[in-house]
């Protein structure tokens, strides 16, 4: 089975413009999360979704936004980008919401965005 | 609010060695998750191991274990017999329950020596 994909794989952009990265959860999966893992650190919490509603969001701004399609795929936009948005955005999906606690997440291979 | 630290930036261990990861969390919730992840230099995130906070046994994976002490609000991966491929960032990640975020450290880059 195909696990989580993302793309584009890489991704330049300049100050100001606004992105567009997606994210195809593993078939059965219902909930997709979107994470900032700047060089040398820890990925930061975006968002979660789970059967098209948001369900958690990290301290981003408003900038930020996502949404997941009726297949359980999403899209992370990040609009008027900054030099600091230059990251791995990671996707990761999980079966359930979560809430049962012993269901891990399943990460793609990211996307990794430069912003000029 | 919850809280992931990783004291280590750096480990070395040779080759066939056991090593131990540090982690600790902080939270006020009663039930969460605790997970760790590889994250190998071409960037994908591996799950390795999960403890939930209610589980009485340490989990245990093949050469994973998780060292769970729950007073000191530790949970320590064990890697035994340490392989070269093991070469990698170790994440340590904590789920609560009752919220829909996931928690990361900042990791712990491991290096094993042939």
């Known amino acids: 089975d195909a696990g989580v994909t993302q793309s584009p794989t890489h991704l330049i952009k300049t100050r100001g413009q606004q992105v567009t990265l997606r994210c195809s959860p593993i078939s059965g999966h219902k909930s997709v999360s979107w994470y900032q893992q700047v060089l040398g650190q820890g990925p930061q919490f975006i968002f979660q979704?789970?059967?098209?509603?948001?369900?958690g969001r990290g301290n981003f701004p408003d900038r930020f936004s996502a949404r997941q399609f009726p297949n359980y795929s999403s899209e992370l936009n990040v609009n008027a980008l900054l030099l600091g948005d230059s990251a791995l955005y990671l996707c990761a999906s999980s079966l359930g919401e979560g809430r049962s606690g012993n269901q891990p997440q399943h990460f793609g291979d990211g996307t990794r965005l430069s912003i000029l | 609010a919850q809280k992931i630290t990783q004291t280590q930036p750096g480990m070395f261990v040779q080759e066939k060695e056991a090593v131990t990861l540090d982690c600790t969390y902080d939270t006020s919730d009663q039930s969460y998750g605790l997970f760790w992840y590889k994250q190998p230099s071409s960037g994908e995130m591996i799950f390795l191991i999960y403890q939930g906070s209610y589980d009485e046994q340490n989990a245990t994976e093949g050469r994973y274990s998780l060292n769970f002490q729950k007073a000191r609000k530790s949970a320590n991966l064990v890697i035994s017999a340490s392989q070269l491929g093991d070469s990698a960032m170790y994440f340590c990640a904590m789920r609560a329950l009752n919220f829909n975020k996931f928690y990361f450290g900042s990791g712990t880059k491991l290096n094993v020596k042939p």
């Open positions: 979704y789970y059967e098209k509603e948001e369900r």
